[in-house]
Nanobody
Framework: QLQLEESGGGSVHSGGTLTLSCRTPGFSADTYVIAWFRQVPDKAREAVSCIERNGGPNYYVDRANGRGRFAISRDDTKNTVTLRITDVEPEDAAVYFC????????????????WGQGTEVTVSR
């Protein structure tokens, strides 16, 4: 069964920068779009960002206020997708999951079949 591996979680100070990585051990990432979701207790998984196979980014958080705190990138030579969060806010605390699918990006978690186990991010003030 295909699975993803997240890393980079941990504790970060409010206002700091966080970098999360997602690897695709056992298969090549280049034919998949890779998305990041996050989840807090008692809430549904929230789409954060997704990167298309051609590297085109999609951002689903902070869209309303136009803030560009998130940056997603991919390096298919390393089968790795990276999510960078700057100016971290307490509301960013969550378990972050990466997910993969072979068609276009979207923000619907139920349409992704390949997932990682998640990496937890805590934010201190």
């Amino acid at each position: 069964q295909l699975q993803l591996e997240e890393s980079g979680g941990g504790s970060v100070h409010s206002g700091g920068t966080l970098t999360l990585s997602c690897r695709t051990p056992g298969f090549s990432a280049d034919t998949y779009v890779i998305a990041w979701f996050r989840q807090v207790p008692d809430k549904a998984r929230e789409a954060v960002s997704c990167i298309e196979r051609n590297g085109g980014p999609n951002y689903y958080v902070d869209r309303a206020n136009g803030r560009g705190r998130f940056a997603i990138s991919r390096d298919d030579t390393k089968n790795t997708v990276t999510l960078r969060i700057t100016d971290v806010e307490p509301e960013d605390a969550a378990v972050y999951f990466c997910a993969a699918r072979q068609v276009r990006c979207n923000d619907r978690a139920f349409e992704y079949r390949i997932w990682g186990q998640g990496t937890e991010v805590t934010v201190s003030r």
